[in-house]
């Protein structure tokens, strides 16, 4: 099966740019969904299909996938974004298309 | 204003089974792609299944064969019966509407429930 790797852990202070990336073979093919979840509460999506974004997510939150590698770009970084971050790969050609990384906390110091 | 409501999880013993059920509203179920994503504690997110607004479905490994996803558009609800259940089915669960065009899953969930807690136990 396909395997997703991200950094357990992120750290940032406020005002910089944190890049979270989310690792798999040829995963510049596939579609990758980035989600953010506090604790407590539902996933929330802040990126689509590598570097859309859905109404209401602040421009700061940026994507990118190329090669082996997708970001999750932060700008400018608040308090606020202090959550744990999972990036979701989609390959249409599988049976089982849809996978996960383990996700990264974000820490904003 | 989308909202999506599951409902039916509990306690269960290893083998047995249950019916999770998610209400739907606020959109045109329909015309929507539905997923189902699980999040044992303190653990990641797994995508678990989906199912295209014509029924077209996908499941993850570790459920295919035991757990059977389905919908039922005039009702507004999405379903997902769980058979043979093992301790690692663990989970909350949450039901999410996919964002994808038409008939096509992409995968990419915009709106979630606030999820309903599956526990496996003797």
């Known amino acids: 099966s396909y395997v997703v790797t991200q950094p357990p852990s992120v750290s940032v202070a406020p005002g910089q740019t944190a890049r979270i990336t989310c690792g798999g073979n040829?995963?510049?093919?596939?579609?990758v969904h980035w989600y953010q979840q506090k604790p407590g509460q539902a996933p929330v999506l802040v990126v689509y299909?590598?570097?859309d974004r859905p109404s209401g997510i602040p421009e700061r939150f940026s994507g990118s996938n190329s090669g082996n590698t997708a970001t999750l770009t932060i700008s400018r970084v608040e308090a606020g974004d202090e959550a744990d971050y999972y990036c979701?790969?989609?390959?249409?050609?599988?049976?089982?298309?849809?996978?996960f990384g383990g996700g990264t906390k974000l820490t904003v110091l | 204003e989308v909202q999506l409501v599951e409902s039916g999880g509990g306690l269960v013993k290893p083998g047995g089974s249950l019916r999770l059920s998610c209400a739907a509203s606020?959109?045109?179920?329909?015309?929507?792609?539905m997923n189902w994503v699980r999040q044992a504690p303190g653990k990641g997110l797994e995508w678990v299944s989906s199912?295209?607004?014509?029924?077209?479905?996908y499941y993850a490994d570790s459920v295919k064969g035991r757990f059977t996803i389905s919908r039922d558009n005039a009702k507004n609800s999405l379903y997902l019966q769980m058979n043979s259940l093992r301790a690692e089915d663990t989970a909350v669960y949450y039901c999410?509407?996919?964002?994808?065009?038409?008939?096509?899953?992409?995968?990419?969930?915009?709106?979630w429930g606030l999820g309903t807690l599956v526990t496996v136990s003797s």
């Open positions: 999410a509407r996919d964002r994808g065009p038409y008939d096509i899953v992409t995968g990419a969930s915009d709106y």
């Open positions: 606020g959109f045109t179920f329909r015309t929507y792609n």
């Open positions: 199912i295209s607004s014509s029924s077209f479905i």
């Open positions: 040829n995963i510049g093919s596939k579609s």
């Open positions: 299909d590598d570097s």
């Open positions: 979701q790969v989609w390959d249409s050609s599988s049976d089982h298309p849809g996978v």
